[in-house]
């Protein structure tokens, strides 16, 4: 499974961007889909995720009602809304792809990640 990522960019605090994920290879496999985002200094941590099967969502609390995260599922996409961008957002954001294949057993598929700088 190969993903990557467009939509990054230079935005001011207060503005809304959508991110996309395309993904091409055997993506019938995957259980999960998700974005991270990493900040300079800082570990890696999950933005948002969508379920393969049923569609359901979650996010991390400091994204929670201004971030939408969405699957088109025939043309092997995923999106990220992110409205009302705070400045302590600014990092690298990544694509993730899962494929759970046992108990403790994920095979994990990055993006190369996309820069986001928020300004003031």
């Known amino acids: 499974v190969q993903l990557v990522e467009s939509g990054g960019g230079l935005v001011q605090a207060g503005d809304s961007l959508r991110l996309s994920c395309a993904a091409s290879g055997t993506t019938s496999s995957i259980n999960a889909w998700g974005w991270y985002r990493q900040a300079p200094g800082k570990q890696r941590e999950l933005v948002a995720g969508?379920?393969?099967?049923?569609?359901?969502?979650n996010y991390a609390d400091s994204v929670k009602g201004r971030f939408t995260i969405s699957r088109d599922k025939a043309k092997n996409m995923v999106y990220l809304q992110m409205n009302n961008l705070k400045l302590g957002e600014k990092a690298v954001y990544y694509c993730h792809a899962g494929d759970v294949r046992g108990v403790r057993r994920v095979v994990h598929y990055w993006g190369q990640g996309t820069q986001i700088t928020v300004s003031s």
């Open positions: 969508i379920a393969s099967g049923d569609g359901s969502t």
